[in-house]
C-alpha cells in the first residue's frame, strides 16, 4: 500500500546556544515521509519547494529513503527555510521564511493512507486546497494529521480553524502537549483528547516529552499514558514528526491504517491492539533525538 504525505519540506537552519550553525533537510510532514521511507513503507510527498540548490538537495534525500516527489512539487520561488535556534538545553524555538502555494496534488485513489500536517494546513493559499483534498482523500483512503502548530506563523484562530475543520476528515490525530496547551490554555488533556475523539478520529495521541504519550482509542473509551523510551538528548528537532512516522508505520504494519476496511478495524481496536505501534513510535523518537537534527531511524536501528 502506497502512503501519501501532504505538506511542507524544507531546510532547518540550525543554530546553537554558542552560535555554530548547520543546515538539515527537514519540515514536519516532510519528515513523517522521510521517517516513514526509513522504516520501509511506499512512500510519496506532495509539497512546494524551489528549482533551486536548497530544493535539490531536499530531493536528494528524498531518493535515499526511496521516496517519490509529486509532479510539481519544485514550482516555488524559492525553497523554504525554518531557522531553528537551540537553547542551553537543546530546546528549537523556530522562526520561517516559506511560502506554500501548491499548484495540484495527486490523485487519492493511488493511495491507501494520506498525511497531513503543520504549516500545509494553516497557511494560505495552500492550506484550503488541503482541506478540499482531505475531503476527496477520506472517502478512499485512512488519513492521519499533525497539527505541529507554528505561532510564528499562524494566528490562534487560524490555528483552532484548521484543526477543527481537518477532524472530521481524520482517523489518527496527533499533537504534542505544547499544541494543546497553545490551542486551549489551562483546560486538562482528558477533557481535549474527549473532544477532539468525539470529532471524528478513531485514535488520538498526545506526546508529552519525556513523560510519554497519552493515548486515547475512540472505540473502546480506553485511555492510557505510555512511559517514553531511555536515551540520551542532544537535541529536540524532528522528534514529534519521527514519533508521527514511527506511530503510522505500527499502525500500517498492524493493518489499522492503509484502507477503508482497515479503517473499519481502527475504529473497533482497544488499547491492547494500537499499543504496540504508540511503543514503536516512542522508541523512534527517542533515536530521532539522540541524534543532530531531525533524523530518521531505520527498523534495524529500533531492534
Request: include cysteine; proline fraction near 5%; charge should be negative.
Amino acid at each position: 500500500m502506497r502512503t501519501l504525505v501532504v505538506g511542507e519540506a524544507l531546510v532547518d537552519r540550525v543554530t546553537s546556544a554558542d552560535g555554530s550553525v548547520v543546515e538539515h533537510v527537514g519540515g514536519s510532514p516532510a519528515n513523517v515521509a522521510f521517517g516513514l521511507g526509513a522504516l520501509g513503507h511506499d512512500v510519496e510527498l506532495a509539497t512546494w519547494i524551489g528549482a533551486d540548490a536548497r530544493g535539490d538537495r531536499i530531493e536528494t534525500v528524498c531518493r535515499s529513503h526511496g521516496i517519490a516527489l509529486s509532479p510539481g512539487s519544485r514550482g516555488a520561488r524559492s525553497t523554504p527555510v525554518a531557522h531553528a535556534h537551540l537553547d542551553e538545553l537543546r530546546s528549537a524555538t523556530y522562526t520561517f521564511d516559506l511560502e506554500w502555494a501548491p499548484d495540484d496534488f495527486p490523485s487519492p485513489a493511488s493511495f491507501g493512507h494520506v498525511h497531513v500536517g503543520s504549516i500545509g494546513a494553516v497557511l494560505e493559499p495552500g492550506a484550503t486546497q488541503v482541506r478540499r483534498f482531505l475531503e476527496q482523500a477520506a472517502e478512499l483512503a485512512t488519513v492521519s494529521y499533525d497539527p505541529n502548530l507554528r505561532p510564528a506563523l499562524m494566528s490562534l484562530e487560524e490555528a483552532r480553524a484548521a484543526v477543527t475543520g481537518i477532524l472530521p476528515f481524520v482517523d489518527v490525530i496527533k499533537a504534542s502537549d505544547e499544541d494543546l496547551a497553545w490551542l486551549s490554555p489551562g483546560r486538562p488533556l482528558d477533557e481535549l483528547t474527549a473532544e477532539w475523539a468525539a470529532l471524528g478520529p478513531a485514535l488520538v495521541v498526545v506526546t508529552r516529552g519525556g513523560d510519554g504519550a497519552l493515548v486515547r482509542v475512540t472505540g473502546s473509551g480506553e485511555q492510557e499514558t505510555l512511559p517514553a523510551a531511555a536515551t540520551r538528548l542532544v537535541d529536540t528537532v524532528g522528534a514529534g514528526d519521527s514519533f508521527m512516522a514511527g506511530l503510522l508505520s505500527g499502525l500500517l504494519d498492524a493493518d489499522l491504517l492503509g484502507s477503508v476496511e482497515a479503517r473499519g478495524r481502527l475504529c473497533k481496536a482497544s488499547l491492547r491492539e494500537v499499543a504496540p505501534a504508540v511503543e514503536r513510535a516512542l522508541a523512534t523518537a527517542a533515536r530521532t533525538v539522540a541524534v543532530a537534527g531531525a533524523y530518521a531511524p531505520s527498523r534495524a536501528e529500533l531492534g
